[in-house]
């Protein structure tokens, strides 16, 4: 079947455009997850979804980040007024249950570069 | 809060031989999980294998061991017989108990010469 599929794959935004990053996740999938992974290092967790509600944003670094899900399959990450800092690997992942299972199932990244 | 140290920025082995690749971790909780995850240059993260706090035994997936040091807090992964295909970032992670949340470190990158 098929994993979870992130568009677009590479993105390049002049400062102060809005984005849109969108995630598929595994048919089925209750939770969703993004990640943000700066050069370098590893991933950082910005928000997770159980079906379409968010139930945790408390790593959505400001208030420039957007995340909603709002028919509990596709997801997509907003930043309005991107930045330089911005720049960085997008990465989303899905989990089949509410709980925390043993894995999460990531995508393969949008590659943001802001310039 | 949960912290990931991965000391090795990168680590070369040769083919068909063994490499361990070292995490430490930091958490207060009592229950928590451990997983590794491998990530190519193709960017995704391909999940290789767990550890739960509570697991008597240490984990293996293959030819992928975690030699899991709990009272050291020490979660290594093993890689036997090296491939060239195993050339690529290698991220540990933690999760706290039921949470969803996984904390990675800064990652170690192996490179596998022929």
């Known amino acids: 079947g098929a994993g979870v599929s992130q568009s677009p794959r590479y993105k390049v935004a002049k400062r102060g455009q809005d984005v849109a990053l969108r995630c598929d996740p595994i048919s089925g999938h209750v939770s969703l997850f993004w990640y943000q992974q700066a050069l370098g290092q590893g991933p950082e967790f910005l928000t997770y979804f159980q079906n379409e509600a968010q139930l945790d944003k408390s790593g959505l670094p400001s208030d420039r980040f957007f995340a909603e899900r709002p028919e509990g399959s596709v997801s997509t990450l907003k930043i309005q007024r991107t930045q330089q800092e911005d720049s960085a690997v997008y990465l989303c992942?899905?989990?089949?249950?509410?709980?925390?299972?043993?894995?999460?199932?990531f995508g393969p990244g949008t590659r943001l570069t802001v310039l | 809060a949960q912290k990931i140290t991965q000391t090795q920025p990168g680590m070369f082995v040769q083919e068909k031989e063994a490499v361990t690749l070292d995490c430490t971790y930091d958490t207060s909780d009592p229950s928590y999980g451990l997983f590794w995850y491998k990530q190519p240059s193709s960017g995704e993260m391909i999940f290789l294998i767990y550890q739960g706090s509570y697991d008597q035994q240490n984990a293996t997936e293959g030819r992928y061991s975690l030699n899991f040091q709990k009272a050291r807090k020490s979660a290594n992964l093993v890689i036997s017989a090296s491939q060239l295909g195993d050339s690529a970032m290698y991220f540990c992670a933690v999760r706290k108990g039921s949470n969803y949340k996984l904390t990675f470190g800064k990652g170690t990158l192996l490179t596998v010469n022929p």
């Open positions: 992942a899905s989990s089949p249950g509410r709980l925390a299972g043993r894995e999460q199932f």
